[in-house]
Each structure stands twice: as structure tokens, then as C-alpha cells.
């Protein structure tokens, strides 16, 4: 396997911290802490190239909040300034990672995402239905996963097609803040940083392997931490389960998901946001229920003049995006019903 060097310098050229500070900027331009990074940007991307040369960067303390919805999870914010770092660092590294991933891993790459991934599954249960009587699904995913990441597999990983020293201290300095003393640095990665996400699913490009060149499965998708497996063989499933069980404790220290399932697959494969048949397609009942909650409060905030009409707009449209790829008409219809938008002076009395 080749491995890349000579690439820090790639990091700190100016040039690449410019697109760098474009792309973590990008539908953030009016924020306060990107307001004050413009006023001054070159001589801001110019410290931040300083802190490279001289090897003495250091990341700041992570923002948190908690997400309660689909599940309770702990988003860790960093400051602009480390996530020009990350864009930085990314902009260099992502052809190399990316040239590693199987074609039916989905996340953080272009071209691929959660449509794809819903699409490639629709293809291969329709393969799947040709090929057997029953077609049986096993819908799993990694229990606690970013918080399970082990920082030095991870590292291990990523050296294997990385040999530039200062671009692997780099990343190495990054990966191991991870937002929690308590942890001692050895495991954790944050959810919302760029880093992180690509580094998550390069963690897990070792179980696609597995499953694809080992296992040899043949109808496998996966989009993060979630993934299914399609066969005709309800027992072949399990000891597929089995396999990838072990496999996922040994050498990446996870564990499956205990509600990892095995059913027939005419009941609808649940998967990145759809439930899943050959010939139709429909939105997650609590998606709907969430999406009709986020349109209520989309309402009270620009009732209370929180956010302007193209935030609104755009978040129709996205909402809009995600449906068109599935049948759901009328659920759609009744989303958008709890959208009422009224200004304060539009009130009487």
C-alpha cells in the first residue's frame, strides 16, 4: 500500500488556508465569530499559518450542547479558527482517504450521501428479490459509536497510507482533544467536526473490508454507523452478525448495537431516513413527527423575528428535497400544515 508524504507543507500553504476559511465560512458568513475573523482575515489566516510553521498550534476548548432528537447525542463545536485547521488539513488529505473506501460506503464523501446510499439499497433489493424465494435484512449499527472510537487504532489506521510526520502529529494533536478530560484522551470523537467525520468512517472503511473481501458479502451498504445486509438465508444472517460481532470487538474495540435486528425484508428496510421496498419509497414516521415539531418552532422564531424568510425558505426546501425521494404525499401535505408564518404586527388586539 502507498504511503503519502510531504504533504504538511500542502497544509500551511496560504492558498489552501484561503479556500480553507471559504469553506468553513460557507453558510455561516454572518455569524458573529466569522464576522470578527473577516474583519482582519489575512492577518488571521497568516497566525494561523505561523502556528503551523512553527509547529506550536494548539486547539481551543470545544463548544457542547446536546441534540435530543432522533436520539440524545453530544454535539462538540470548535472554534472557526480550528475549523479553517480542519478544512485545511482536509483539502490535502481527502483524495488519499477517500481512494480507500468501497463503493457502498456513503458517508462524507461527494456524489454518495444518504439519497445514494437509500437508492443503492432500493437496487439491491430488488437483486436480492430476483436472486431468492425471501429476502431477509440484518439492520445494524455500533453501539455509542463516536464515543467508542479508540484514538490509537484510529491513528494506526491512518498511518498506514499517511508517512509525513508533522501532518501525522497534526492530526494526531487534533484527535486526541477530545472535548472530554474525563476520557484521558484515548477515546471520543466528537461529533460535528469535519475531522472527525471523515475519521470515523475511515474507522470503519476496516469492518467494509471485512465484510466485502472476508465475509464476502454481496449486497452490503453502509452509511456511517449504520448498515444492512441482505440474504435468503435467515441462518446465514445470524452467523454473518456473529462474525462481524467478534470482528468489531477484537480488532476495533466496538460492539454492535444489542437492537441490531434480523427480519424479512418485505416488512421495509429502515434505513437512512426511509423505509425501504423494490418499487416504493417512505419518510420514518418520527421523521415526520419531528419535521412537523420543527415547523412549529420555525413558526414561533419568525413570529419573534429569530430568523428571516430565506431561513425558512431553505429549510422547506431541504425538508421539500428529502421527500421528493420517497411517496409520501400526504404526510408531507400535513408537515407543512403546522408552517403558519405571521409577524408580530401582523396580531390584532
Known sequence: MKRHGNLYYKIFFFKN??????????????????????????????SIQDDLVSKTYQPGNYWKFTLYEPKQRIIYVSPFR?????HAIMNVIEPIWNGLFLYDSYACREMKGTHMAMYRTVDFFRRAKQQYDRVYCLKADIAKFFPSINHHILMKIIERKIKCPDTLNLIRIIIFNNG?????????MPIGS??????????????DYYIKHEMRVKYYVRYMDDFVLLDGDKGRLHAFKEQ???????????????????????????FVG?????SYRLIRKTALVRATRRFKRLSHDYEQGLVDLPHVHSSVMSWLGHCGHAHVLNGKIKCLEALLLRRPSDQTG
Open 274 to 278: 426511509y423505509r425501504i421496498w423494490p
Open 82 to 86: 480550528d475549523r479553517i485547521v480542519h
Open 180 to 188: 472530554d478530560e474525563s476520557d484521558l484522551g484515548s477515546k471520543n
Open 194 to 207: 469535519l475531522l472527525s467525520q471523515w475519521a470515523a468512517n475511515l474507522y470503519l472503511n476496516e469492518l
Open 17 to 46: 488556508l484561503c479556500e480553507a476559511y471559504r469553506k468553513a465560512a460557507l453558510g455561516r458568513r454572518y455569524t458573529n465569530e466569522v464576522l470578527r475573523f473577516r474583519d482582519n482575515l489575512e492577518a488571521n489566516l497568516m
Open 244 to 270: 462481524i460481532s467478534l470482528y468489531l470487538n477484537r480488532q476495533l474495540h466496538l460492539q454492535l448495537n444489542p437492537k441490531s435486528d434480523i427480519y424479512p425484508a418485505d416488512r421495509g428496510i429502515d
